[in-house]
């Protein structure tokens, strides 16, 4: 947690404005990373130290406006009238003045202190623009000092007046007009709230201005006062009496009246000179990336890359912490018997321990990779231009264009993949992205496809894999469609999204974000998975004295146990029951199972004759086929169940999740296996 | 009066209508989309997003939202 600090600044501003840039300027790597109370918004907090203060930073989520509609929005006001910070800092993108003012405004409505920081008013320059930053301040009555939050410039000036101003009282002494008639109108709902409350004008202004705009949280407030219902009945009258004169509805009467000020102040502020007809290098990249024919295979190349590079690189560190963890395992597990530790003790830390461990970390280079890529991508700007190319076809299975990525990702790894559901703003695509993406056929299941195809399809392996794969694509379609039906009905939120210009990502930024992802990742991931390795390896070692996962111990008879319900798939052997049970560890458990199963050693180099034969015995290319099938669909591994209770922040959906994809693995598998039964390939 | 859907890139719109939910015309008014406010067509391909510029951004909008925000040429 943060340590305690005696100023507190809020930063806020539209999204790409250089707001992390800056955060991460002031915080480096002091910073704490966690959730809103209650909410998926990621909340960042950091320290630092300035002259005699220790100063707090939050970091406020990006959003173009402060009504509460999304949730990011209702965060940021909610902020700054509870938990009252000395200070609210507004990044503001000197190019794109006229929307980040927008925001100001309502700032400055809400009325605690605030500084402009005007970022990336050299692009503005090179643009053959200049703005007139005196007299911008002069107008708003707000200061304004300009930085480069990309070269941390301008920074100890900002956080100077920043202290400097906490001390005012309002924002501004600027008192915006909406125009006569809406002025009228607030002064009548004004006079309601006057009778009994002891408030001062300015906050009197501000409550009748977001009565008037239909703000849900100050009415909620309000109705608990006995004129509620007579003021009620004032604002039914005021809006009707506003919206017939001007022929608009009640916000964009509002809406229009904040832009008419901020337009006003632009022409006085920025002067162009010469309007530059030369098309810029975003222009020109985005005729190829955005293009209706060139966009989508320019994706596909970037994204073959992303996961060339994952691999390579990831596979032989994984490989590498896996060897140091199977001899730090054999080094205690020599030194134990050599203290003459009980076998279960010995087990217990190389099985359980040191193995759970083990196996969570074999995940950090393939995410940390993986998320430096992404966060790369994102960062240069272009992670828009893939939502825009993929809407067309993301929209018909009801999810936000940008929900390709997270799913694209899962064919890696279904943990990043989810974790990337993160650049989804929506709450409600992010889940339905969650809920379809495990359907996507991770790298881990890839071992059991080839083990199987092995054996039975040896001829045909290419193909039948890829029908595997395909399937699973098939299904996560079929389960957007039916969770759109009937779940989410009224979700697909409209397609809106702004086209930042290309820029150089920051390395600073991209490392602090990977940090966080891999930090996180392993922090709750971790317990979670390291918790059910133990479950898992407490059932397969008791009772006391059996061989370890054979048909005695607990695992083996809760295997011998369900294995009936799999006789309809056209595998009730106890060993696969078993297998799957392990797979819930994670996927590629499976085919080690089988090998210790049915007794077999080196299984990793080469299909072992033993194990091929005992597979033989117990399945039929068919069932096999169906097992596959039931492998691909069935309940995800823990890693993922455990990023599904982290990003949902509540264990219904990991529950939920599991038990849905468990009931159509077998469903589908049943038709797999009786279908093909019926055509003859049994 | 047509949608901003039928509008080709370069043009110059005059906002006159938008026929969208009542939260979502309010996040697009936000963005400097409303009733009155003047945009340009940036591009649009008839099927993919269409891209308009708002003040000095770049802003892609659906294709089905596009065709309930009416406008007429300046």
Known sequence: ?682 | MKSIAEFKKGEKIKITCVQCGKNFSRRISELGLFDGSEIEIVKNDNFCPVIIKIFDSQIALGQGEALKIYGKKI
């Open chain 1, 1 to 682: 947690m943060v340590k305690k600090s005696n100023f507190v600044i809020g930063l806020t501003g539209n999204p790409n404005v250089g707001k992390s840039t800056l955060f991460n300027a002031l915080t480096g790597v002091r910073q704490h990373v966690g959730n809103w109370p209650g909410k998926t918004v990621e909340k960042k907090e950091g320290l630092f130290n300035f002259k005699d203060k220790k100063i707090k930073i939050v970091d406020l989520p990006g959003s173009y406006s402060l009504t509460a509609y999304t949730e990011e929005e209702a965060i940021t006001s909610d902020f700054i009238l509870e938990e009252k910070p000395n200070i609210i800092i507004q990044i503001i993108d000197a190019q794109n003045l006229v929307r980040n003012l927008f925001m100001t405004i309502q700032l400055m409505e809400l009325g605690k202190p605030l500084v402009i920081a005007l970022n990336m008013v050299d692009l503005l320059e090179k643009k053959k623009v200049s703005i007139d930053t005196k007299k911008l301040s002069k107008l708003l009555d707000v200061p304004v000092v300009v930085i480069k939050a990309r070269e941390q410039k301008g920074i100890d000036e900002l956080i100077n007046t920043a202290i400097k101003i906490s001390k005012r009282k309002r924002a501004s002494g600027i008192k915006l007009s909406y125009g006569i008639e809406t002025n009228d109108e607030l002064q009548k709902i004004q006079e309601f709230i006057k009778v009994e409350e002891k408030i001062s004008p300015f906050r009197l202004g501000w409550l009748s201005l977001k009565l008037l705009e239909d703000d849900l949280r100050i009415k909620q407030e309000l109705t608990k006062k006995p004129y509620c219902f007579e003021l009620k009945k004032q604002l039914q009258e005021s809006v009707n009496h506003l919206q017939n004169i001007y022929n608009k509805d009640i916000n964009t009467i509002l809406t229009d009246a904040r832009y008419g000020f901020i337009k006003g102040l632009e022409k006085e502020v920025i002067s162009k000179r010469i309007e530059d007809k030369k098309k810029s290098f975003t222009e020109k990249f985005d005729d190829i990336a955005m293009n209706k024919f060139l966009g989508i295979p320019l994706f596909f190349t970037v994204m073959f890359f992303v996961f060339q590079l994952t691999f390579r690189l990831s596979a032989p560190i994984m490989e590498w912490i896996e060897k140091i963890f199977g001899m730090f395992s054999e080094t205690v597990s020599t030194f134990l018997i050599y203290w003459g530790a009980p076998g279960w003790l010995i087990s217990f830390l190389t099985d359980a321990v040191i193995g759970g461990v083990g196996g969570v970390l074999t995940f950090v280079p393939l995410i940390g990779i993986l998320f430096l890529l992404i966060a790369l991508m994102e960062d240069v700007g272009y992670m828009s231009r893939v939502a825009y190319i993929m809407d067309k076809f993301m929209h018909k299975i009801g999810l936000h264009g940008k929900a390709f990525i997270p799913l694209i990702l899962g064919f890696g790894c279904n943990v990043p993949g989810i974790m990337a559901t993160r650049i989804l703003e929506n709450k409600k695509d992010r889940l339905l992205t969650i809920l379809i993406s495990p359907f996507i056929s991770c790298g881990a299941r890839l071992p059991v496809y080839a083990l199987f195809t092995g054996v039975f399809f040896a001829k045909h392996q290419g193909l039948i894999i890829f029908s595997i794969y395909m399937l699973g694509i098939l299904m996560a379609i079929i389960a957007g469609f039916i969770f759109k039906k009937f779940m989410f009905k009224k979700l697909s939120s409209p397609f809106v999204i702004e086209l930042p210009s290309y820029r150089m990502p920051t390395m600073k930024g991209v490392v602090i974000h990977v940090w966080e992802k891999v930090w996180s990742f392993v922090r709750k991931a971790g317990t979670v998975i390291l918790f059910f390795s133990i479950i898992i390896w407490v059932l397969a070692s008791f009772p006391v004295g059996v061989e370890y996962a054979s048909s005695e111990s607990v695992i083996g008879t809760i295997g011998q146990a369900v294995s009936p319900v799999f006789r309809p798939l056209g595998f009730d052997n106890w060993q696969s029951s078993v297998a799957l049970l392990f797979g819930f560890v994670a996927k590629e458990v499976v085919v080690g199972t089988f090998g210790t199963l049915y007794g077999t050693v080196d299984i990793g180099n080469s299909v072992g004759v033993s194990l091929s034969d005992a597979l033989q015995n117990d399945f039929s290319p068919l069932s096999a086929y169906a097992f596959m099938v039931f492998v691909l669909l069935y309940v995800p591994c823990v890693a993922v169940l455990a990023v599904v209770k982290k990003e949902t922040n509540s264990w219904k959906w990991p529950l939920f999740l599991a038990s849905y994809t468990t009931i159509i693995a077998w469903v589908v598998a049943f038709i797999v296996y009786q279908g093909g039964r019926i055509l003859g390939f049994g």
